[in-house]
């Protein structure tokens, strides 16, 4: 704990992209992102250096038009995902921008923040531009983990000591959710990676090390947006606190409300 306090997981990607980058983070320029990070990081002051992937990918695929494209040549719908994980140029670049922020942190927890398997599926096919109406079975999310099984592979070697997954919002995720995540579990094992995930609910997982959830019994209190607004307080437990600051946030505000917390 820094100061007595509660260790502080930031996400500052929309905040900091707005107020230091115009809206424009540049990841597709390795310095210059670890520039920007940094700055981010010195001005928040959180607990854990993250590389949220999601964010990253709509800048890839905005400028990869033939990836896109690929993803999009067959209308299954693990088909997009498959692709995407793939790309040996995207894995490139993530493993230059891990190695950087290794680097630059190196007394800090590393994170890598990446969609659930569920989620992730969505996320491609949607970038492929297939219809939202096909339900991801626990097949489905069986066969995605092994895509990204092997996507993390990739980067075993870069530092990596925290992967967090996200799930879908309103899905109460159980034993047999995570059970199908199994072969993301063993690559994250085979690295001593800590596993968490972040959900609506907290409710107590034994497959993952951590829970970040709105309340419950989850390890990391997620903050809600109302409180950027001067709404309420830091909901009490957990060993840590978990915020996504709101990109219209006031500088100000946002300041006086980190001071607030516990």
């Avoid at 100061?3 to 990607?13: A, Q, S």
């Avoid at 590389?51 to 990918?57: D, Q, Y």
């Avoid at 947006?225 to 219209?248: K, L, M, N, S, T």
Wanted: glycine share 10%.
């Amino acid at each position: 704990m820094r100061g007595g306090r509660r260790p502080r997981w930031i996400d500052h990607t929309d905040y900091c992209g707005r107020l230091l980058a115009a809206g424009d983070i540049p990841f597709g320029d390795v310095a210059r992102f670890i520039d920007w990070h940094r700055k981010a990081q010195g001005l928040l002051r959180p607990d854990v250096a993250a590389l949220p992937l999601v964010p990253l990918l709509d800048f890839w695929l905005a400028g990869h038009g033939d990836l896109v494209s690929a993803m999009a040549g067959r209308k299954r719908l693990l088909y997009p995902l498959k692709v995407l994980l793939a790309d040996e140029d995207l894995r490139g670049h993530i493993r230059a921008l891990l190695e950087g922020l290794r680097l630059t942190y190196g007394g800090q927890p590393l994170a890598f923040v990446i969609p659930s398997p569920r989620a992730f599926i969505l996320y491609a096919a949607a970038k492929a531009g297939l219809p939202d109406d096909d339900e991801v079975t626990l097949d489905d999310v069986d066969s995605a983990a092994m895509y990204m099984a092997d996507f993390l592979r990739a980067f075993g070697d870069t530092g990596i000591d925290v992967l967090l997954m996200e799930e879908v919002p309103g899905i109460a995720a159980g034993d047999d959710d995570l059970a199908a995540c199994q072969a993301v579990l063993n690559i994250a094992g085979h690295y001593r990676w800590d596993v968490g995930l972040r959900l609506d609910d907290g409710a107590e997982l034994s497959a993952v090390d951590f829970v970040i959830a709105p309340a419950g019994k989850a390890a990391g209190i997620q903050l809600p947006q109302a409180y950027w607004r001067g709404e309420g307080a830091a909901a009490e437990g957990g060993q840590f606190i978990y915020a996504r600051i709101p990109p219209d946030a006031e500088p100000e505000a946002v300041l006086g409300r980190l001071a607030a917390l516990p």
